[in-house]
Structures are given as structure tokens and as C-alpha cells.
């Protein structure tokens, strides 16, 4: 269902971002100015192109989602959303993919969702009740992720050199059921994301990607 990948899609490039700025739920996230112009390029340019979707229905399911994401009752919680990120891997690669297979490059917006990602579960560590836990921000919590996926974050770090962190990540065909290093120009894009992430921060890395996602589309 198309409504479906556009709310997956959405949730890949800023739940994690809005977790590492201190938000709780995406309606928060869509308050916030900067990320609500982050992710309506990140729809706009890379997510509606990508989905290969007749346009009036495109449009359709990106008005549904975004009021969904924004409803009054407070959107979805972020901690919440991490799980189905794993969940839809499959239909969430294959969209990185064809927006890749399209234009010769990956998706920023998508990638600086991927690459938070990356960095919120990287070093997920074992917490005293025998599961794990994150640093997010000065707090220590846990995660309703698979103990499967933390244990396999729990072998890399933040602060790993980008280029070990996206060779580590992306080659772990256990956690991907496949190597994500074959997908045109990722291995080298994660690279740049993650290394941005660490010099600059989260806010000013998700800016620049909305940017990026607009200024791609040539419009």
C-alpha cells in the first residue's frame, strides 16, 4: 500500500534524527520548521519519484501520512517506530535503490536517515535487566528493537572512523539479508553522511539534506 511505504519511508529519515534532537513523537518532529522542510523535500524529491507511483495517487498518500504523522493526538511515538524500520527493510532498501537506479546517486534524505540510524544503535550496550540500551542525549534507554539487531550494533561504535562504520554496516548481510554495498553509490554516500554527522551534528547534516534532496531534482 502505497500510504504504507510513504509513512515508512518518512519514519526512516527522521525518527532516528528526532530521537538524537530530543523529540518524542513525530508530531513534535513536524512542528519543528527545520525538520518539517527536511522531510517534505525528502518526500517531494526523493520518496514520491522513487515509489514509480501515478501522481495523483502519490499526492493523495503523501497528504494522508503527513496529517497522520501531525494528527492532534500526538503522532506516533519515535521510540516506537525504530523496530518497523527492520520490519519494512525490504521495501525500504528497494526504494533507496530505485531512487539510485533512477538518478546514478542515493537519496540524501534517506541516507541521513539511515546514517541516524546508524549512530543511535551503534555501541547499544547490555543493560543490568539482560537487554540493551542507547545513550540518547545525557539519558541511558532501552530500545523496542529485536535483541538480535542491538546485539549486532552493539559490535560497532559511533565514534569508528566513517569509512569503518559504513563498510562494518552496510556488508552485514546477516542484519540485511544481503550486502548493501551493491547498491550504486551507497557504501561511499554513508560514508560522507556519517562523517558529517560526526563533525557537524544532526541538525545541520538533516539541513543540508533537505537541501540536497531539492537541489538534485533540478527544480
Known amino acids: 500500500m502505497l500510504e504504507t511505504l510513504y509513512q515508512d519511508a518518512l519514519l526512516l529519515s527522521f525518527s532516528s534524527a528526532g530521537l538524537m534532537l530530543g523529540k518524542n513523537t513525530t508530531r513534535e518532529c513536524m512542528k519543528d520548521d527545520d525538520m518539517r522542510l527536511f522531510l517534505g523535500n525528502t518526500l517531494l524529491y526523493e520518496i514520491m519519484p522513487a515509489s514509480h507511483a501515478e501522481k495523483n495517487a502519490a499526492e493523495s498518500a503523501a497528504g494522508a501520512v503527513c496529517s497522520a504523522l501531525e494528527n492532534a493526538g500526538g503522532g506516533l511515538p519515535l521510540i516506537g517506530c525504530q523496530q518497523r524500520l527492520f520490519d519494512e527493510k525490504e521495501s525500504l532498501l528497494s526504494l533507496i535503490e530505485a531512487y539510485a537506479d533512477d538518478n546514478g546517486y542515493p537519496p540524501s534524505g ?3 536517515g539511515f546514517g541516524c540510524l546508524i549512530m543511535l544503535l551503534a555501541g547499544a550496550r547490555r543493560a543490568k535487566n539482560g537487554g540493551y540500551e542507547i545513550i540518547r542525549g545525557e539519558e541511558t534507554v532501552s530500545l523496542p528493537v529485536s535483541e538480535d539487531i542491538l546485539r549486532a550494533f552493539s559490535r560497532y561504535a559511533c565514534d569508528m572512523s566513517a569509512e ?4 562494518a554496516v552496510l556488508s552485514d548481510v546477516e542484519l540485511w539479508g544481503r550486502d548493501l554495498r551493491e547498491i550504486e553509490g551507497l557504501q561511499e554516500k554513508m560514508e560522507t553522511v556519517l562523517r558529517d554527522l560526526q563533525l557537524l551534528g544532526v541538525h545541520d547534516v538533516m ?3 533537505g537541501r ?3 537541489f538534485a531534482s533540478g527544480l
Open 212 to 214: 540536497d534532496a531539492k
Open 110 to 112: 534517506l541516507c541521513f
Open 164 to 167: 569503518s562504520l559504513s563498510y
Open 207 to 209: 539541513v543540508r539534506a
